[in-house]
């Protein structure tokens, strides 16, 4: 899915509302990972989707809903007043703090996306091809983005059942628990995958795990790629 039938689908909104279909949900989650504009429109949609459930089932506003207003039913309970002005105020009130707050600061992350930037990266080469030689260091900032380029291996003299669909990448940390995954389908593992992978909070061994599924819905783990993360020490200023 590219931006353009993204936005004639309305894709940000329906994958929202989950009137996607699971082929096309599947196709906008890939997008979203290359589309910076798509995925402000999801952040902030999900913040307001958020705020609003907050404020809508707090007390307060619940407290404020007349006897008769709890038991009508129909969209025609959204205009009485017992009801409306609560709700009319707690959206303007997430408006008001998405134009002033969160679209600067997505504005300002966009921006700086968009600048052009040199990122540590770490070279990935599968325990199970290199056995126990030692995994890559990669030495970054605290909080730092950094590089995994990856290739998943090709599948080769596979029966046509056991032919993975799609892949998922994890990135495991060294307590085992997983930093992030994310979707790859079957056509883009075909390349080199270079992967934005976002700053973590600590040093240590980690790992990429590249997990196969099948038309069977079967996973299966196809590789695991160790490397060593550690943090670089800040400059110290000049006197």
């Not at 990122?119 to 260091?137: M, Y």
């Not at 973590?200 to 993360?229: C, H």
């Amino acid at each position: 899915m590219d931006h353009s039938e993204a936005t004639r689908l309305m894709a940000s909104e329906k994958y929202l509302l989950e009137e996607l279909s699971p082929a096309e949900a599947e196709a906008f989650e890939e997008h979203l990972f290359g589309c910076h504009e798509c995925a402000m429109d999801v952040r902030a949609g999900s913040a307001f989707v958020a705020g609003s459930k907050i404020e809508l089932a707090s007390p307060a506003a619940a407290g404020r809903a007349s006897t008769e207003d709890r038991k009508s039913s129909g969209w025609f309970a959204w205009w009485r007043p017992a009801f409306a002005i609560p709700a009319m105020a707690a959206l303007l009130l997430v408006i008001g703090y998405q134009n002033l707050v969160t679209y600067p600061a997505l504005k300002g992350a966009l921006a700086e996306t968009r600048a052009p930037r040199i990122l540590p990266a770490a070279a990935l080469v599968s325990s199970v091809r290199r056995g126990v030689a030692t995994p890559s260091v990669i030495a970054v900032h605290a909080g730092e983005p950094f590089l995994l380029p990856l290739d998943i291996p090709p599948q080769l003299d596979i029966p046509p059942q056991s032919v993975f669909r799609s892949y998922v990448i994890e990135l495991q940390n060294p307590a085992r628990g997983v930093e992030w995954s994310l979707p790859v389908s079957s056509e883009l593992a075909k390349n080199t995958l270079t992967i934005g992978a976002p700053g973590v909070g600590k040093s240590g061994r980690y790992e990429v795990v590249v997990i196969g599924r099948n038309a069977q819905g079967t996973n299966s783990e196809v590789g695991r790629y160790p490397f060593d993360l550690q943090f670089a020490q800040a400059a110290n200023p000049e006197p």
